[in-house]
């Protein structure tokens, strides 16, 4: 899961301190309705990742279908609200909304080691069911990208030459039979797992994780940090600016 291998800062913080703080961080965007400040986030984030050695263009290349299909969402509920004038500006909020959400899940996620991921939401009282949900999904979708990997290797080997946009019929139709069949072939896998995990004794509980180090000042300064400018935005855009110069 993670993106480097050399010990950065992001990456060594505690994986507690990250999930809180990215839950906090998008909570936060959430609640801010200024495109604006919601750029200034976005753009702050980059610079603080930066300045903690994030490998910031590898993860930005991961981010690229996230935030396409964000992007068409976004545009599709700009378009239902265009009856009341505000629809782009709507849109473009929402977009980036979306987009500095899945930025800071996939930052924290993509620094975290599988075992870190699920003790920490295991630490945050997280339902067993959820862990083991996230637990195996990410253990298996490289099983599952592998599997499609083979079929589209056998495909080309019998001569499939897929076409050149989405309006080829032939090619969408293949890739419709594609998704089927991979559907398929994952249900029965998963069916065999789940046995295969009966017959050792398992009984639905969370599987045996193994606990991280201590939170660390450093690690706290990272969790502030992380939610550091959302918050300082939507304290301003509460009129916080305004309270500082009554107090003075």
């Given at each position: 899961?993670?993106?480097?291998?050399?010990?950065?800062?992001?990456?060594?913080?505690?994986?507690?301190?990250?999930l809180i703080s990215t839950c906090?961080?998008?909570?936060?965007?959430?609640m801010i309705y200024s495109w604006?400040?919601?750029?200034?986030?976005?753009?702050?984030?980059?610079?603080?990742?930066?300045?903690?050695?994030?490998?910031?263009?590898?993860?930005?290349?991961?981010?690229?279908?996230?935030?396409?299909?964000?992007?068409?969402?976004?545009?599709?509920?700009?378009?239902?609200?265009?009856?009341?004038?505000?629809?782009?500006?709507?849109?473009?909020?929402?977009?980036?909304?979306?987009?500095?959400?899945?930025?800071?899940?996939?930052?924290?996620?993509?620094?975290?080691?599988?075992?870190?991921?699920?003790?920490?939401?295991?630490?945050?009282?997280?339902?067993?069911?959820?862990?083991?949900?996230?637990?195996?999904?990410?253990?298996?979708?490289?099983?599952?990208?592998?599997?499609?990997?083979?079929?589209?290797?056998?495909?080309?080997?019998?001569?499939?030459?897929?076409?050149?946009?989405?309006?080829?019929?032939?090619?969408?139709?293949?890739?419709?039979?594609?998704?089927?069949?991979?559907?398929?072939?994952?249900?029965?896998?998963?069916?065999?797992?789940?046995?295969?995990?009966?017959?050792?004794?398992?009984?639905?509980?969370?599987?045996?994780?193994?606990?991280?180090?201590?939170?660390?000042?450093?690690?706290?300064?990272?969790?502030?940090?992380?939610?550091l400018a959302p918050a300082v935005?939507?304290?301003?855009?509460?009129?916080?600016?305004?309270?500082?110069?009554?107090?003075?």
């Amino acid at each position: 899961m993670r993106l480097s291998k050399h010990n950065d800062v992001f990456q060594a913080a505690d994986g507690r301190v990250k999930l809180i703080s990215t839950c906090i961080f998008v909570a936060l965007v959430t609640m801010i309705y200024s495109w604006y400040n919601l750029v200034a986030v976005l753009f702050i984030y980059t610079i603080e990742l930066l300045a903690m050695n994030f490998p910031i263009y590898r993860h930005l290349k991961r981010l690229m279908i996230p935030v396409f299909l964000v992007g068409i969402m976004s545009a599709l509920m700009g378009l239902a609200a265009m009856s009341s004038g505000r629809g782009m500006e709507k849109g473009i909020i929402i977009f980036l909304r979306a987009s500095c959400a899945v930025y800071a899940i996939n930052a924290a996620v993509s620094s975290m080691t599988l075992p870190e991921v699920l003790y920490s939401m295991k630490v945050l009282r997280v339902p067993d069911i959820l862990v083991n949900l996230v637990g195996f999904t990410m253990r298996y979708a490289d099983v599952l990208s592998k599997e499609t990997a083979r079929m589209m290797t056998a495909r080309k080997s019998k001569g499939y030459s897929p076409g050149k946009n989405l309006w080829h019929f032939a090619t969408m139709k293949v890739i419709g039979q594609t998704i089927g069949v991979l559907f398929l072939r994952s249900y029965e896998r998963s069916e065999r797992i789940y046995f295969s995990m009966l017959s050792r004794g398992y009984t639905g509980g969370t599987m045996p994780l193994r606990e991280t180090s201590r939170i660390r000042t450093a690690d706290l300064v990272t969790g502030i940090l992380i939610v550091l400018a959302p918050a300082v935005f939507k304290v301003a855009e509460m009129g916080g600016i305004s309270w500082i110069t009554l107090l003075k």
